[in-house]
């Protein structure tokens, strides 16, 4: 089993920048990709952005430029550094963690972003 705690979210005006960070426990050395989701009031749950065990990264179209991911394997920590912020970027977001040898697939309890305009 894999645990996932979120932190850092909060509220920010409209351009400015936000950390968030994702800590595994458990069994950590079998994780694969690590990734963040985000989920709006009324719409449905989307990538963000994901990053392998080795370093690659996938951006949704929609923040490509203005988030970054990045991941400390010795923490076993992933984080999103979002910079440019849009009122659009208001949601709870969400670390997910896979094995995919094991097709098993954790959530973390999410966290608050809030734009304001």
């Known amino acids: 089993q894999v645990q996932l705690v979120e932190s850092g979210g909060g509220l920010v005006q409209a351009g400015g920048s936000l950390s968030i960070s994702c800590a595994a426990s458990?069994?950590?050395?079998?994780?694969?990709?690590i990734g963040w989701y985000r989920q709006a009031p009324g719409k449905q749950r989307e990538l963000v952005a994901t990053?392998?065990?080795?370093?690659?990264?996938n951006y949704a179209d929609s923040v490509k430029g203005r988030f970054t991911i990045s991941r400390d394997n010795a923490k076993n920590t992933v984080y999103l550094q979002m910079t440019s912020l849009k009122s659009e970027d208001t949601a709870v977001y969400y670390c997910n963690a896979e094995i995919m040898t094991l097709s098993l697939s954790f959530w973390g309890q999410g966290t608050q972003v809030t734009v304001s305009s």
């Open positions: 990053i392998s065990r080795g370093g690659r990264t």
């Open positions: 458990g069994t950590t050395f079998l994780l694969n990709d």
